[in-house]
């Protein structure tokens, strides 16, 4: 099996699926995906919290404990570390890595804003420091909040990521072509952005992207469908199809399985 490091030097783009539960992330693991990722959004809203207010460490805690079980690598997304502090981000990274977990999303954004540049190289550092085996995968936010939205406004602070140890560059909200190709052949590192609406996966690959991630979509389509399924049903329309119920409950089952006594 490839190491998670390896994932963003093959041939096509790493196509990242972001679960918000274990059952999302059995089904992604089972459906082939080479890794699974969590998705910030979708454990948060699934637990009654705005995502990016520091709410949901504890729910990511515990379900990384549990998705590290399986077959395959896992990354999880912890927003900004849930801390200023780069050392509490540091030690909360190494429990990750010491559970097995491949690697993290690191924002540097809080609250709806950029933060300091300097302040988050820091903490790409001691995380590096305290963890140096794990994939930190720096997020960009300037095209995802608006504030300083250019190509070289991105370069200037994914420069100094990478010069702190970040393994990878995430710009989520990038929407151009010609920007996301100025991006990508700006910096050395893999650059990972989110699904695009008009780009598909092979396209951003010629592009230069190594990974693509789906983010909250998947989570925000269940929910979606899931109010379609009843309103269906309201409206004098047949059961749709579904995964059965027994194959669900024996993909739990043998994930129960493989917990220590």
Same mark, same amino acid.
């Given at each position: 099996m490839a190491t998670f490091h390896q994932l963003h030097h093959g041939d096509a783009p790493l196509l990242l699926p972001n679960a918000w539960d274990l059952g999302s992330a059995l089904a992604f693991a089972q459906a082939g995906y080479p890794a699974v990722g969590t998705t910030s959004f979708g454990i948060a809203a699934s637990a009654g919290m705005p995502d990016g207010e520091r709410a949901s460490r504890d729910a990511t805690m515990a379900l990384a404990a549990q998705l590290v079980r399986l077959p395959v690598p896992v990354t999880t997304d912890i927003e900004d570390g849930? #801390?200023?502090?780069?050392?509490?981000?540091?030690?909360?990274? =190494?429990?990750?890595? =010491?559970?097995?977990?491949?690697?993290v999303n690191l924002e540097d954004s809080f609250s709806g804003r950029l933060v300091d540049p300097a302040a988050f190289a820091a903490k790409i550092g001691a995380v590096k420091r305290a963890a140096p085996g794990?994939?930190?995968?720096?997020?960009?936010?300037?095209?995802?909040?608006?504030?300083? *939205?250019?190509?070289?406004?991105?370069?200037?602070?994914?420069? =100094?990521?990478?010069?702190?140890g970040a393994d990878g560059i995430f710009v989520p909200g990038i929407a151009s072509g010609q920007d996301i190709r100025g991006i990508t052949s700006g910096i050395g590192l893999p650059v990972n952005v989110l699904a695009h609406p008009?780009?598909?996966? *092979?396209?951003?690959?010629?592009?230069?992207?190594?990974?693509? $991630? #789906?983010? $909250?979509?998947?989570?925000?389509?269940?929910?979606? =469908?899931?109010?379609?399924?009843?309103?269906?049903?309201r409206g004098g329309k047949p059961a749709p199809a579904a995964t059965p119920y027994g194959q669900m409950q024996a993909r739990l089952v043998a994930f129960r399985q493989t917990l220590p006594e």
């Open positions: 849930y #801390s200023e502090d780069p050392e509490e981000v540091a030690v909360l990274v =190494a429990e990750l890595a =010491a559970l097995g977990v491949a690697g794990i994939f930190v995968n720096a997020r960009v936010d300037n095209y995802w909040f608006g504030e300083q *939205a250019s190509v070289a406004g991105v370069l200037d602070r994914a420069r =100094a990521y990478a010069e702190a008009t780009l598909g996966v *092979a396209e951003l690959g010629r592009l230069g992207v190594r990974r693509v $991630s #789906s983010g $909250s979509l998947p989570y925000r389509a269940s929910v979606d =469908a899931a109010v379609d399924v009843v309103n269906a049903l």
